[in-house]
């Protein structure tokens, strides 16, 4: 172990995207295996925690990649899932103690000449430049939210995964992978089911997973991790579908003078969305300060403004 085919370059690289190693590569040769874990014997050396002596092994060939967890105490995960043996493609997202790593292909201009020795040396720069309070960090244009849950869930992780991005503060509270609460800007209009939601649609910003937070809330969702993530995505994709049917957030809400359609002929939440509209200057304003998801907040403003009780000024 510990030096690298001559004449071989590198067809892959395991690229470090969040934890303690983040911004790490490390080159991947044909014909190879490289042994992962917390021993400082190994090829490829993860000293935390959560990562065994022997952790895991990665095997590859002419074509393929292929990963093999060695019997570690918190496990190997591949997007998300467990795994015992599993071949690994371009893309894939690969969960170690905190580390998350994708594999990448190297060909063309984004081929490597970096050895192992020195892809390692790195690594250890990279770890002791990391803040020591931070277990996992990471940008969500690297790992999307809802593909970060799912590593969470699986690998059953308590803390508050906090999300800064230009669309607000987010926090989602994980106990052991259950996302149990969810706050964007610490509101009280914005409840933990549609601020989950919400973030889910967010392609940009940082994430940190803080240590657990044990205060109480005010509500805790229910919902199984996997649950909450399908419903957000179902959510997210209609609501897509709806907003480019409405007004830009920035368009101003008023009622029409006078008002012709009957109040009585508006459902409840139809009724909800209103009223809420009545105090709201703008579209964005609205979806900020009702209580519904932000998929309901469309689906009502649409029939609205189709019937007359309310009009847009762009």
Known sequence: MGGSPSGESAQWALRFISGKYQGGEFPLRPHREIVIGRSSELDMVLVEDMVSRKHAKIITDDKTVTIEDLGSTNGTFVNGEKVRTSEIKDGDRILIGTSIIKLVTMAGEHSTSLTENEARSRLAVAA?????TKSMSGS???????????????????????????LGL???????????????DDSFNTGPRKAMYRMLGWAQGFFDLEPPDDRAV???LQD?????????????????????????????????RPLEAKLRDLGPEELDVFQVALGAETVRSLFDESSHTDLTIAEKLKVLLDKGYLVATE
Request: glycine residues 6%; neutral net charge.
């Open 170 to 184: 987010g926090k989602i509270y994980l106990r052991k992978g259950q996302i149990y609460f969810a706050s964007i």
């Open 140 to 166: 969500i244009e690297e790992i999307p939210l809802p593909d970060l849950l799912q590593l969470l869930s699986t690998s059953r992780k308590s803390g508050v995964l906090v999300v800064r991005s230009d």
């Open 224 to 256: 199984s991790t996997e649950g909450l993530l399908m419903e957000g995505m179902r959510q997210l994709d209609e609501y897509n579908m709806h907003l480019q049917r409405l007004p830009s957030p920035s368009a101003t809400l008023a009622v029409p």
């Open 128 to 132: 002791n430049k990391r803040p020591v």
């Open 218 to 220: 005010l509500e805790e």
